[in-house]
């Protein structure tokens, strides 16, 4: 009796997370110009103005750009750092941890201002590369997490026995370190990415009209004119992340047996 009370509650708590994207998602193949039930006619017009309409097509475009721009740096930093405070006797390790972590509990309002006030001075505002670095900023933490958890499932010993046959620290490190965390490593990469894509509060501060990523865009819709395009958005949104989780899984799987 307890278990199916266990699982009744589980189907309980995934429904009422599901609910609202069952809602809203039907209603991108709308031919109609409202976000309403009944459906008139189903159509695929709101998607052909994702990628006809210049203002939806710049916008899927930036956020590609600075998603893959966001997933390098990110990647690269956060496996540095996760690797440089793998160890527990590193001094202030766990400041410096929390350091690494705190883009994670900051408001996003306040890092957006504080960005737009820096990138001002840099001469960053308004540019690509001031929007990537912002990403990366609220990215690299679930990266660090995300390498951290592999390294720390790593036997150290393997390590020590490649040590022991020669292996430089630097071969050590290519062929057997990052290896093993590379789980860990694409997950993290994954995860910096769909942020990337997910950011609208720092987009407002620091991205300018030629920056407008698709989540800035559809929040400019719902503030300007509600139109299904976004429901067609949000389908892509949903089924390119499940592509990718799906894709991520499989490679690895790849790398585990490999």
């Known amino acids: 009796m307890g278990k199916i009370i266990k699982i009744l509650f589980a189907i309980a708590i995934v429904t009422f997370l599901i609910a609202p994207l069952l809602a809203i998602l039907p209603l991108g193949f709308t031919s109609g110009g409202f976000l309403t039930y009944p459906v008139p006619e189903?159509?695929?017009r709101w998607f052909e103005v994702l990628f006809t309409n210049e203002a939806w097509k710049?916008?899927?475009?930036?956020?590609?750009?600075?998603?893959?721009?966001?997933t390098i740096l990110a990647t690269v930093l956060g496996t540095m750092a996760a690797l440089g405070l793998r160890h527990q006797g590193i001094m202030l390790s766990g400041p410096i941890r929390t350091i690494f972590i705190l883009p994670m509990v900051i408001p996003a309002v306040v890092l957006g201002v504080g960005m737009q006030l820096l990138f001002g001075q840099l001469g960053l505002a308004n540019t690509y590369i001031g929007v990537i670095i912002a990403h990366t900023v609220v990215a690299i933490p679930l990266v660090f997490i995300s390498v951290s958890g592999s390294l720390a499932g790593i036997d150290t010993r393997v390590e020590l026995a490649a040590e022991s046959l020669g292996a430089s620290p630097k071969t050590v490190l290519a062929r057997v370190t990052l290896p093993l965390a590379g789980p860990g490593i694409i997950s993290g990469g994954v995860l910096a990415f769909a942020t990337s894509l997910d950011e609208v509060v720092l987009s407002l501060f620091v991205a300018g009209p030629n920056q407008r990523t698709i989540a800035r865009q559809m929040f400019s819709t719902i503030r300007e004119n509600i139109s299904p395009a976004i429901a067609s958005a949000a389908f892509l949104f949903i089924v390119g992340t499940i592509i990718v989780g799906i894709l991520t899984v499989l490679i690895q799987r790849r790398v585990k047996n490999a």
């Open 42 to 44: 189903w159509s695929t």
């Open 58 to 70: 710049r916008s899927i475009i930036n956020s590609l750009i600075i998603g893959f721009g966001t």
